[in-house]
Every structure is written in structure tokens, then in C-alpha cells.
């Protein structure tokens, strides 16, 4: 592997920084390959999901409603202060004794301002507002490059939006819940408290990051990687958990490469043919986005996506659109 370059790029539009990569790596190069279940938290900001009346003296207060505030803006700051979780707004509306105040939110992209009164009740300021401010999922890590501490994993995009900033953790599966007719199956699993990675990228290829000290190399496998263009038809294999920890190696047949020249997914078409796998999981679900899939004892790429009607028929994308998203170039 060569020399690593360390750019870092200014997001003026999330006011961070982020570390994006510059690094090169060849087909003689190996990586580690997982196969974990991991959780996903993703940091969005505080967004408005839902709003309620407020009563109090045998009134209903609606402080949302002369704001234009709504479900879906992201409430950006409040009297001034940027907000960005939860305990932020809630400090803020302690400070606010129930003044009119004033607000900024986001809504497709465009900035508004206005103001809002909080209401007290029981000791406390709301604003009438059901809010987040983290995604939650479970997906899958699929490889781990040592040198550059980088990681990639799920394969595809977590939300339809792009968020920066975010970490990964462990998780145990605890059961399979099965496909139905037009219904796709999901792992069930624990998400730990033990943060293994950051996330610093969001992308159609997937979520990508920087590791911990706490990502464990010891249950990975060190492996070689192919390119699109070394990639056969015939058998391979998926690495991914479908009980507690355990990475395990199912069958698949792949059926048809896409000739892609640019960043895509669903390159990768496959059928699974492992009796295990079928009769566990009924083929495969939600959370095995980002399962490794190896040739040859070689990365070719990743789970992406399932046929809701044929659960045992999916899609996978290559790895070097993986590794494009986080600035990493295959070299000769």
C-alpha cells in the first residue's frame, strides 16, 4: 500500500470537518473482511417528526402552529444558539422562562426564520414538538483496511439524505423474523455500548468511517480483493450472523455482472443456494446489507438489496465503489 495523504475537506453546509482519504491501494494489497453485525447511529440534527396541543387551564396550546414550523423541517437554532441534539433544545427552553423566542429550521434545503412561544407545564418548557436527533439501524461491516483506519459497511445508503457524522457499534443478533409475501425479513439484534468505528460518510455506496481502538481484526479474515473485471459467474459465498456473533459462510450462486464504468450498485446479481441459510433466514433480510461476498477467498463486494417476491434472489455491489466513496483508488 502506498503513501497515505490526509485531505481535509471543509463542509461549509454542516459546519464540520471531515477527513476524507486519498489512498491507493493494489491488487496484491489485503484488507480485512468481517461480516459482523453492527449498529448504525447516524446524527441528523433535531427533526421534526410529529407535533401535539398542549393543555393547561382547560386550554389546548399550539406554539408550532403560528411558527410554520412542521414535521420533516430540522430545527437549526434557537434564540441564536446552534442546536444539535436533543439535551441542546432542552437547555435552551429551560433558559427561554417562556419569552417568545427565536428560531431558525431547515426545510428542502432552505433556511427560514421565526419565532415561538414555549409553554409551561409541569415545571417544564415545550414547544408542542416530537423530535429526533440520531438514525438507528443494524447492518452489516464488510471490510476493514488496518493502515488507513478506514472501514466500509451496509452497501447502500442508510437514509435518503446525507449525514457526516455518526458511529458504529457492536451488536448481537437475537433472532430472524422470516419473509412473507411482499415483506421482506430483518435480524433482530442488541446493539452494544461498545463503539467500534466513526462515521464520516453517508453515500449510495454506504456508510464509511474511520475504526476504534475496539475493532477487532482478530475475528476478521486477511484477503485479497478482486476487481469487477476479474469476477466470474458460478459460486461464491456471503459472510454475514444470522445468531448472536457468529460470522458464517453460506452458498450463493452469482447469475449476471452488470458492466458498470462508473459508481452503482446492484452490480452483482445472486441466488442463494445454501439449505442452511433458506431454511434459517428464508434467504436473505434486513441486516445483511453489507455482508461481505467472496470469490475465490477473494472480496468481490457487498449485500445490497433482496427481492421482496423471491427472497432467495439479491443484489450486491462491487468493492471498488466502496472504496471510491471514501477516496481509495485501485491501482495496478
Known sequence: MKK?????????????SVNVLAYDISKDDKLYVSGESIGIKLNCGIEIVGTFGITKDNKVYKPWEESGITEGDKLTSFNGKTIEKT???????AQSNGKKSNITFIRNNKEYSSTITPVEKNNQYTLGLYIKDSILGVGTLTYYIKEANVFGSLGHKITNEDFYTGEIYEASVNSIVK?????????KATISGNKIGTVIENTITGVHGNGSSKININEMEYLN????????LGPAEIWTCISNDKVERFDIEITALEKQSSKAIKGITFK?????????????????????IVQDNKLIGAVTHVSIKEPVNAYGIYIEWMFEDMGITVVK
Open 272 to 292: 442463494v443456494v445454501d439449505e442452511e441459510l433458506i431454511k434459517s433466514c428464508g434467504g436473505i433480510v434486513q441486516g445483511m446489507s453489507g455482508s461481505p
Open 4 to 16: 497515505l495523504v490526509t485531505i481535509i475537506l471543509l463542509l461549509f453546509t454542516l459546519c464540520i
Open 179 to 187: 419473509p412473507e409475501r411482499n415483506q421482506a425479513g430483518e435480524k
Open 87 to 93: 439535551n441542546d433544545l432542552l437547555a435552551l427552553l
Open 225 to 232: 480483493f478482486k476487481t469487477r473485471d476479474e469476477i466470474n
